[in-house]
């Protein structure tokens, strides 16, 4: 059974860091593109950043660019979203997804409804 689960969200300053993990059990990361998305109260979900499958290419949103990383971990079949210098304005839900088609370059990534598998998200607040 394929299963994504998110964890290592939490309430946080502004300026502070925090990681999110998405651990991927069912299937083998490395031959699925993985994507973070995030859905802010009221808003839709919306991409964040992704890492290919094929070349390893990474996006990243232009809200985010400089500021948050996103990695993989093979051994452990676990995705990381590393989030530095947060702002208020990245409150929100944070959601992995995964899909076993090339769906991430170094300057696009799919829409929400390419990716087939999605983790239950983990909350993300950014709050002095």
């Known amino acids: 059974q394929v299963q994504l689960v998110e964890s290592g969200g939490g309430l946080v300053q502004p300026g502070d860091s925090l990681r999110v993990s998405c651990a991927a059990s069912?299937?083998?990361?490395?031959?699925?593109?993985i994507a973070w998305f995030r859905q802010l109260p009221g808003k839709e979900r919306e991409g964040v950043s992704c890492?290919?499958?094929?070349?390893?290419?990474?996006y990243y949103a232009d809200s985010v660019k400089g500021r948050f990383t996103i990695s993989r971990d093979n051994a452990k079949n676990t995705v990381y979203l590393q989030m530095n210098s947060l702002r208020p304005e990245d409150t929100a839900v944070y959601f992995c997804?995964?899909?076993?088609?090339?769906?991430?370059?170094?300057?696009?990534?799919?829409?929400?409804?390419?990716?087939?598998?999605w983790g239950q998200g983990t909350q993300v607040t950014v709050s002095s």
């Open positions: 997804a995964a899909e076993n088609l090339s769906l991430c370059g170094s300057t696009w990534m799919g829409e929400r409804y390419e990716y087939k598998y």
């Open positions: 069912g299937f083998n990361l490395p031959y699925y593109t």
């Open positions: 890492l290919s499958i094929s070349d390893g290419a990474t």
